[in-house]
């Protein structure tokens, strides 16, 4: 059984840093394409961030030069490395594989950004 484990989250003003985890079991990272996606109120989820098996990785627009996913394979643990933060970063953030399987959704964490 797949369980992924989002933490990290947390209330920080307008370009601020914050560095999201995702803990996983029943699932390898590294065998595995990931992503982050994230979901604000009253919108869809959407991806974010992702990271291939072959170690390339490929950002949303909207987060591209600002936010880093990266994986410790030895941990079996990803993250996701936030910078220059934006109020319209506000969102709950998930992990989960790519292209994303519902079953395998977490409690996400919640990134608060506002002055």
């Known amino acids: 059984q797949v369980q992924l484990v989002e933490s990290g989250g947390g209330l920080v003003q307008p370009g601020g840093s914050l560095r999201l985890s995702c803990a996983a079991s029943?699932?390898?990272?590294?065998?595995?394409?990931m992503g982050w996606y994230r979901q604000a109120l009253g919108k869809e989820r959407e991806w974010v961030a992702i990271?291939?098996?072959?170690?390339?990785?490929n950002y949303a627009d909207s987060v591209k030069g600002r936010f880093i996913i990266s994986r410790d394979s030895a941990k079996n643990t990803m993250y996701l490395q936030m910078n220059s933060l934006k109020p319209e970063d506000t969102a709950v953030y998930y992990c989960?594989?790519?292209?994303?399987?519902?079953?395998?959704w977490g409690q996400g964490t919640q990134v608060t950004v506002s002055s």
């Open positions: 990271k291939f098996i072959d170690g390339r990785t």
């Open positions: 989960n594989v790519w292209p994303l399987n519902s079953r395998y």
């Open positions: 029943g699932i390898i990272f590294g065998r595995n394409h």
